[in-house]
């Protein structure tokens, strides 16, 4: 299976901040990563898929970079609406594996 | 618009059989897509479990596949989950999810306890 290592777990921040969160793969994932926001109770939602593309609804500050094992996603502007935990997944494989979530606060 | 709802018994007993229903309403699950199941322990850690594709053939986690089955009824838009001889380690929150996955149920957390 390919392990997904995502950092920080814990991330706290101020509104306005840029907010970099980090996922490693441990073997060659090519574009196939997506990136979710999950908010207390609630489903979670994809943000970003195919590392780079923007889901339909999602507001700019969300973007997504990398390929191959390394990849981040970005909140340029950090609201106090993106407090949630978001993790990662990757496709490009089965099984589907997942990152360990990072847990974002605000300071 | 898509939406899936996880439902089932939130207490199993060890060693029995863990059901779940999800229900999905604005798509149709023969039209397209694979139709999974993914649960998160506590803990946070996610497991992608399976799927059940539109024309009804199926995938499992290896790490399951000798206890889980993805089935559906076409006719109620549903698709179900069964784990057998579950232990205390499947207490977990359940998920349906479509496709990439996009669109995800709110959940269902299952204790498995006596």
């Known amino acids: 299976d390919i392990q997904m290592t995502q950092s920080p777990s814990f991330l706290s921040a101020s509104v306005g901040d840029r907010v970099t969160i980090n996922c490693k793969a441990s073997?060659?994932?090519?574009?196939?990563l997506n990136w979710y926001q999950q908010k207390l109770g609630e489903a979670p939602k994809l943000l970003i898929y195919n590392a780079n593309s923007l889901q339909t609804g999602i507001p700019s500050r969300f973007s997504g970079s990398g390929s191959g094992t390394d990849f981040t996603l970005t909140i340029s502007s950090l609201q106090p609406e993106d407090v949630a935990t978001y993790f990662c997944?990757?496709?490009?494989?089965?099984?589907?594996?997942f990152g360990g979530g990072t847990k974002l606060e605000l300071k | 618009e898509v939406q899936l709802q996880e439902s089932g018994p939130g207490l199993v007993k060890p060693s029995q059989s863990l059901s779940l229903t999800c229900s999905v309403t604005?798509?149709?699950?023969?039209?397209?897509?694979?139709w999974n199941w993914i649960r998160k322990f506590p803990g946070n850690k996610l497991e992608w479990m399976g799927y059940i594709n539109s024309a009804g053939s199926t995938n499992y986690n290896p790490s399951l596949k000798s206890r889980i089955s993805i089935t559906r009824d076409t006719s109620k838009n549903q698709f179900f989950l069964q784990v057998n001889s579950v232990t205390t380690e499947d207490t977990a929150t359940y998920y349906c999810?479509?496709?990439?996955?996009?669109?995800w149920g709110q959940g269902v957390m299952v204790t498995v306890s006596s």
């Open positions: 999810a479509r496709g990439a996955p996009d669109y």
């Open positions: 073997q060659n994932i090519n574009r196939y």
């Open positions: 997944l990757q496709h490009n494989s089965w099984p589907r594996t």
């Open positions: 604005g798509y149709s699950i023969t039209s397209s897509y694979r």
